[in-house]
């Protein structure tokens, strides 16, 4: 079996790949910030090797990498993050004869990652978005927010990541539940002097449709719903359960990534309107999501579909068939979200109507074990991960 160097061993991806591969029979090495992080941990780790911040390091951490890839006769890399990608795709042509870099070229994962650009293919191409203002920069803004019928709307700059000199400016999606909050929060974030997007909020269930996609066509499916997040308004799934599939985001999905020619992984994130029932698109990740163990628990391993696809065997038809209705938790993730409910005035948190009570909040967290229920991190058969990762939490608190 293959040498495997996964990236970003701090994530739950890294550890759910490492822990599919592993279990594969691949010999997996994982690279982080420290020798020791959450995949390291994993007993189907047989190496953590402390590399530069690439956040801050970017093009240390880029010889290190490729210094791993010669000395450790590495055969695949799986970089987990777009950081990684950005800053691996950069040298991609000097890595060892042989070695399979697994993410797309630069020109197809800008095609997904820059949303600017995304939502004005998604619009060509039919695939709904919600009602979006494009803004190259804040001097567009005094000719838009005339535009805008009603608050609160979502701010989204074009990267999530945007190179700038040794590091990257990080981005996540705001809320502005007035005129003069959106005007500050233009007014002060950075990276929001470069293009970025103010789009109507849309209130509905949030599903990903997960794929192993080859140019024209899917070769393995998932998806599942948002149950939880942190923050509570809107981010990561710390609870998600597996969810059939909706075959017009099938559909949606395979008409973006054909329109790229993607080859590899992608999360295709998307919120069904109440108003109108349709399916608007949210956003693309091109790399492995945050709930990848959930798909591999239910019966989907896209960490071992992808490394077959890349050592040239594709599965036999599309692989759609996975365990519905079973739900995946993130404790730390759940304690997290419960205690940012708890601290914090609802009215201050821009939640959706509708949403569920403190009171609620504190029932749910307080129903750890459940029927099908499994864990993120926690593993009984894999206990070091949490442990590591539960000692680090104690610390931050």
Same mark, same amino acid.
């Given at each position: 079996?293959?040498?495997?160097?996964? @990236?970003?061993?701090?994530?739950?991806?890294?550890? $759910?790949?490492?822990?599919?591969?592993?279990?594969?029979?691949?010999?997996?090495?994982?690279?982080?910030?420290?020798?020791?992080?959450?995949?390291?941990?994993?007993?189907?780790? @047989?190496?953590?090797?402390?590399?530069?911040?690439?956040?801050?390091?970017?093009?240390?951490?880029?010889?290190?990498?490729?210094?791993?890839?010669?000395? /450790?006769?590495?055969?695949?890399?799986?970089?987990?993050?777009?950081?990684?990608?950005?800053?691996?795709?950069?040298?991609?042509?000097?890595? =060892?004869?042989?070695?399979?870099? $697994?993410?797309?070229?630069?020109?197809?994962? $800008? #095609?997904?990652?820059?949303? &600017?650009?995304?939502?004005?293919?998604?619009?060509?191409?039919? !695939?709904?978005?919600?009602?979006?203002?494009?803004?190259?920069?804040?001097?567009?803004? =005094?000719?838009? @927010?005339?535009?805008?019928?009603?608050? =609160?709307?979502?701010?989204?700059?074009?990267?999530?990541?945007?190179?700038?000199?040794?590091?990257?400016?990080?981005?996540?999606?705001?809320?502005? #539940?007035?005129?003069? /909050?959106?005007?500050?929060?233009?007014?002060?974030?950075?990276?929001?002097?470069?293009?970025?997007?103010?789009? /109507?909020?849309? /209130?509905?269930?949030?599903?990903?449709?997960?794929?192993?996609?080859?140019?024209?066509?899917?070769?393995?499916?998932?998806?599942?719903?948002?149950?939880?997040?942190?923050? =509570?308004?809107?981010?990561?799934?710390?609870?998600?359960?597996?969810?059939? %599939?909706?075959?017009?985001?099938?559909?949606?999905?395979?008409?973006?990534?054909?329109? !790229?020619?993607?080859?590899?992984?992608?999360?295709?994130?998307?919120?069904?309107?109440?108003?109108?029932?349709?399916?608007? +698109?949210?956003?693309?990740?091109?790399?492995?999501?945050?709930?990848?163990? %959930? #798909?591999?628990?239910?019966?989907?391993? &896209?960490?071992?579909?992808?490394?077959?696809? %890349? *050592?040239?065997?594709?599965?036999?038809?599309? !692989?759609?068939?996975?365990? !519905?209705?079973?739900?995946?938790?993130?404790?730390?993730?759940? +304690?997290?979200? *419960?205690?940012?409910? *708890?601290?914090?005035?609802? #009215?201050?948190?821009?939640?959706?109507?509708?949403?569920?009570?403190?009171?609620?909040?504190?029932?749910? &967290?307080?129903?750890?074990?459940?029927?099908?229920?499994?864990?993120?991190?926690?593993?009984?058969?894999?206990?070091?991960?949490?442990?590591?990762?539960?000692?680090?939490? *104690?610390?931050?608190?």
């Amino acid at each position: 079996m293959p040498n495997i160097l996964i @990236t970003d061993g701090e994530n739950r991806s890294a550890l $759910a790949a490492t822990r599919s591969l592993g279990r594969k029979g691949c010999q997996v090495m994982v690279t982080g910030k420290a020798e020791t992080t959450l995949a390291s941990s994993s007993t189907h780790c @047989t190496k953590g090797i402390a590399v530069p911040d690439p956040d801050t390091a970017g093009r240390d951490y880029a010889q290190a990498i490729l210094d791993i890839a010669r000395r /450790e006769e590495i055969d695949v890399i799986l970089p987990m993050t777009e950081v990684s990608i950005y800053l691996l795709n950069s040298v991609r042509d000097r890595l =060892p004869s042989g070695v399979v870099l $697994a993410c797309s070229p630069p020109e197809k994962m $800008a #095609a997904v990652s820059n949303k &600017f650009d995304l939502f004005q293919k998604a619009q060509q191409l039919g !695939v709904p978005v919600p009602a979006t203002h494009y803004l190259q920069s804040p001097e567009d803004l =005094p000719g838009v @927010t005339q535009d805008i019928p009603r608050y =609160p709307v979502v701010i989204k700059p074009s990267l999530s990541r945007l190179p700038q000199g040794k590091g990257f400016l990080s981005g996540g999606v705001k809320y502005a #539940a007035s005129r003069e /909050e959106l005007e500050h929060i233009y007014a002060t974030k950075e990276i929001l002097q470069y293009p970025s997007m103010i789009q /109507e909020r849309i /209130e509905g269930p949030g599903t990903g449709l997960f794929t192993l996609f080859d140019r024209d066509q899917h070769l393995a499916l998932f998806s599942h719903r948002r149950i939880r997040e942190k923050p =509570p308004s809107g981010g990561v799934s710390v609870v998600s359960e597996s969810a059939p %599939l909706d075959e017009e985001m099938v559909e949606h999905a395979c008409r973006l990534l054909s329109a !790229v020619g993607w080859q590899g992984v992608a999360m295709v994130e998307f919120k069904r309107d109440n108003r109108d029932g349709q399916a608007k +698109l949210m956003e693309i990740n091109g790399r492995f999501w945050g709930t990848l163990q %959930l #798909a591999v628990s239910c019966g989907v391993d &896209f960490p071992g579909l992808y490394l077959d696809l %890349l *050592l040239g065997t594709k599965p036999d038809g599309v !692989v759609r068939e996975y365990r !519905v209705g079973h739900r995946m938790k993130w404790f730390l993730g759940t +304690l997290d979200h *419960l205690l940012i409910r *708890l601290k914090n005035k609802d #009215a201050d948190l821009n939640l959706p109507s509708g949403y569920p009570s403190k009171w609620k909040a504190v029932v749910d &967290f307080l129903h750890v074990w459940e029927r099908n229920t499994s864990f993120d991190v926690l593993d009984r058969k894999d206990l070091r991960p949490f442990l590591f990762e539960a000692r680090n939490y *104690l610390k931050g608190t």
